[in-house]
Nanobody, 126 residues
Framework: VQLQACGGGLVQAGSSLRLSCAASVSTFSTYVMGWFRQAPGKEREFVATISRYGGGSTSYSDSVKGRFTISRDNAKNAVYLQMNSLKPEDTAVYYC???????????????????WGQGTLVTVSS
């Protein structure tokens, strides 16, 4: 499985961005998908996750809840992260990840994911 994330950029605080992650796998719908981020000098942290198949279950970190939305399009083998009301503290490299056998309680654990994209940089200026 190869994951390719894109959509990052430099924006002002309060702006929006939409990240995309394309997966090169025919069984994309069977994977739980997640977004994580890593700011300079900090550990990688959970952002959001979406369940497999119809994506009816989503989960967010407290820091992005209400501002970010994760979604998936299985027909396009893609997962998205819509980011609104961006803040300078959202500045980080954003990674998409895929895994199987992930239950809700482990969706925020980066160790639960098997495959990772290369990351896309989001910079939010104040």
């Amino acid at each position: 499985v190869q994951l390719q994330a894109c959509g990052g950029g430099l924006v002002q605080a309060g702006s929006s961005l939409r990240l995309s992650c394309a997966a090169s796998v025919s069984t994309f719908s069977t994977y739980v998908m997640g977004w994580f981020r890593q700011a300079p000098g900090k550990e990688r942290e959970f952002v959001a996750t979406i369940s497999r198949y119809g994506g009816g279950s989503t989960s967010y970190s407290d820091s992005v809840k209400g501002r970010f939305t994760i979604s998936r399009d299985n027909a396009k083998n893609a997962v998205y992260l819509q980011m609104n009301s961006l803040k300078p503290e959202d500045t980080a490299v954003y990674y998409c990840a895929a895994g199987r056998g992930i239950i809700h309680s482990t969706g925020a654990d980066p160790g639960a994911y098997t495959y990772w994209g290369q990351g896309t940089l989001v910079t939010v200026s104040s």
